[in-house]
């Protein structure tokens, strides 16, 4: 079992929609939780981090951490077709080492 | 955020050859840099991990002796591909870390490797 898990897409949405991203992971090691988004050709940029458990919300994107089911979401809320990138979880643990999962491509449609 | 300048964007060598790829930190002090490599539709694989002034660290599978990396600065990571072959052609994504935590952790624009 990998430790990261995550839905490669693409997924498709009408401009206007709720996204909904999500990831398993296996570590229960892991504390840290972040969301990273990645254009094409470019370098990941960090979008939302929490620690532990819990949600946190910063204008349209709300991120969740459910440490019991070992689930992370992502919520993109009145999405935008700028909003069209892939979206990378991460996570780490004590060690500091981020460990990455595959991005979920996300396409808004106009 | 911070900035994390990487040069060259692209680079096509040929078999046999070595490349070296910089990594900078243009306006922060970077204690630990990263490096990441990224093949089309797969997530970053982290490669090494260097402190400045120290000798990197590599991930298991990851060959030392063909990807050198050197932290010479708080401001500077290179990474040297060796021979490089065709199978090493990928996308190189530096990552720099400030003291501050986790979280105040920058990657670069990527370098795109192609091994002719």
């Given at each position: 079992q990998k430790e990261v898990e995550q839905d490669p897409g693409p997924l498709s949405v009408p401009e206007g929609a709720i996204v909904s991203l999500n990831c398993?992971?296996?570590?229960?090691?892991?504390?840290?939780?972040?969301w990273y988004r990645q254009y094409s050709r470019?370098?990941?940029?960090?979008?939302m981090y929490t620690y532990s458990s819990g949600n946190k919300e910063d204008?349209?994107?709300?991120?969740?951490?459910?440490?019991?089911?070992?689930y992370i979401s992502l919520f993109i809320r009145d999405s935008q077709p700028s909003d069209s990138a892939t979206y990378l979880c991460a996570m780490s643990g004590r060690d500091d080492k981020i460990i990455f999962g595959k991005g979920t491509r996300l396409h808004i449609l106009p | 955020g911070a900035v994390v300048s990487q040069h060259p964007s692209r680079v096509i060598c040929k078999s046999g050859?070595?490349?070296?790829?910089?990594?900078?930190?243009?306006?922060?002090?970077?204690?630990?840099?990263?490096?990441?490599?990224?093949?089309?539709k797969q997530s970053l694989m982290l490669m090494a991990t260097s402190n400045e002034g120290s000798k990197a660290t590599y991930e298991q599978g990851v060959e030392k002796?063909?990807?050198?990396?050197?932290?010479?600065?708080?401001?500077?990571?290179?990474?040297?591909?060796t021979s490089a072959h065709p199978e090493d052609s990928s996308f190189y994504?530096?990552?720099?870390?400030?003291?501050?935590?986790?979280y105040e952790q920058y990657f670069g624009p990527g370098t795109r490797l192609t091994v002719t």
């Amino acid at each position: 079992q990998k430790e990261v898990e995550q839905d490669p897409g693409p997924l498709s949405v009408p401009e206007g929609a709720i996204v909904s991203l999500n990831c398993t992971y296996s570590n229960s090691a892991f504390q840290y939780f972040m969301w990273y988004r990645q254009y094409s050709r470019k370098g990941p940029e960090l979008l939302m981090y929490t620690y532990s458990s819990g949600n946190k919300e910063d204008g349209r994107f709300t991120a969740q951490v459910d440490k019991s089911s070992k689930y992370i979401s992502l919520f993109i809320r009145d999405s935008q077709p700028s909003d069209s990138a892939t979206y990378l979880c991460a996570m780490s643990g004590r060690d500091d080492k981020i460990i990455f999962g595959k991005g979920t491509r996300l396409h808004i449609l106009p | 955020g911070a900035v994390v300048s990487q040069h060259p964007s692209r680079v096509i060598c040929k078999s046999g050859t070595s490349v070296k790829i910089e990594c900078r930190s243009l306006d922060f002090q970077a204690t630990t840099m990263f490096w990441y490599r990224q093949f089309p539709k797969q997530s970053l694989m982290l490669m090494a991990t260097s402190n400045e002034g120290s000798k990197a660290t590599y991930e298991q599978g990851v060959e030392k002796d063909k990807f050198l990396i050197n932290h010479a600065s708080l401001t500077l990571s290179t990474l040297t591909v060796t021979s490089a072959h065709p199978e090493d052609s990928s996308f190189y994504i530096c990552s720099a870390r400030s003291d501050r935590g986790i979280y105040e952790q920058y990657f670069g624009p990527g370098t795109r490797l192609t091994v002719t």
